[in-house]
């Protein structure tokens, strides 16, 4: 009975349907409704301190404990629980604030995960910074939400690579899964956030917005780039925005072949969301930017 628990939640976290059928625009009340219920009703009320965390044979372990990520992995989470909790306190409408406040809420649950992890398999990490409050609160939600935009797109990809080639055992895969999903559930609502969040401000502060998500883009990009010289440098770790991402991808193998890796990427993208309301709008930008590049790209043989 509990497994069939178990997987009625995951069911129920991958595949929804707002139940208001007519047409919708996005940026209305009904869009607003429909993103903000995706949200709460496909949580998944899955609890960390009883995750049954696989025991794993000597090489395993070594190859998990050795991924120079958990560090920069465990403080990404927490600081993107702040800013989304910080940022939703901002909010007045209620049904948006509260999905916000379960979307912080999840990345403090994806903390508290790594955390139990990390603790199982014996994994030593740096003491965290202290998490301040941000002072431009729409700013640092804006960092963190398209940070992952970004970074879960690749990530998405690189988990799949990692189950394919036996570099984490399908036990830890099936374990982690959860956490995965949730992200693309982020992404979804983040992306309908957006375009209501724009259709929805006063035409004055229209301009100053595009400016200010041309600024977060560039800052993003920036840490992204550094991010990826420090992987080849072996200095990896120190960029404090930057997702996990590309420094996990450096530690799963240097021979992944680039296109290959990015067709991955593009086709678990497409899977993740699928499930959810064909009227939500997906994410555009980086699916639209990687498969540019692949026109560019060719098998390594």
């Known amino acids: 009975m509990e497994s069939a628990a178990v997987a009625a939640a995951d069911r129920g976290a991958r595949f929804w349907t707002f139940g208001d059928r007519g047409p919708l625009r996005p940026g209305d009340d009904a869009h607003k409704a429909m993103f903000s219920r995706m949200l709460l009703e496909t949580f998944n009320p899955y609890k960390p301190a009883v995750i049954a965390w696989p025991v794993l044979d000597p090489q395993a372990r070594a190859r998990l404990t050795s991924l120079p990520i958990w560090d920069i992995a465990v403080q990404t989470e927490g600081r993107a629980r702040l800013r989304m909790l910080s940022y939703a306190r901002t909010v007045a409408d209620p049904l948006v604030r509260q999905a916000l406040e379960l979307n912080g809420w999840e990345e403090g649950r994806h903390k508290e995960v790594l955390a139990r992890l990390v603790s199982f398999y014996g994994i030593k990490l740096e003491p965290e910074p202290d998490y301040v409050e941000p002072k431009d609160p729409e700013w640092s939600y804006l960092v963190t939400a398209y940070g992952e ?23 830890l895969v099936e374990t982690f899964e959860p956490v995965i999903q949730e992200e693309a559930r982020h992404i979804l609502f983040f992306v309908n956030w957006l375009s209501w969040h724009k259709r929805a401000m006063p035409l004055w502060r229209r301009p100053w917005f595009f400016f200010r998500t041309l600024g977060v883009w560039a800052l993003l990009i920036g840490e992204r780039l550094n991010i990826a010289r420090d992987v080849s440098s072996g200095e990896a770790g120190s960029q404090q925005d930057a997702n996990f991402t590309l420094t996990g991808a450096d530690s799963l193998g240097k021979d992944i072949n680039t296109k290959a890796l990015l067709e991955i990427c593009l086709a678990e993208n497409d899977r993740r969301m699928q499930g959810y309301d064909p009227r939500l709008l997906r994410p555009t930008t980086v699916p639209s930017l990687v498969r540019f590049a692949c026109r560019f790209l060719r098998y390594r043989k």
Do not use: K, M, N, T
């Open 149 to 171: 935009c970004i970074d879960s797109f690749f990530a998405f990809g690189l988990f799949e690579v990692a189950r394919r080639s036996g570099f984490f055992p399908p036990e």
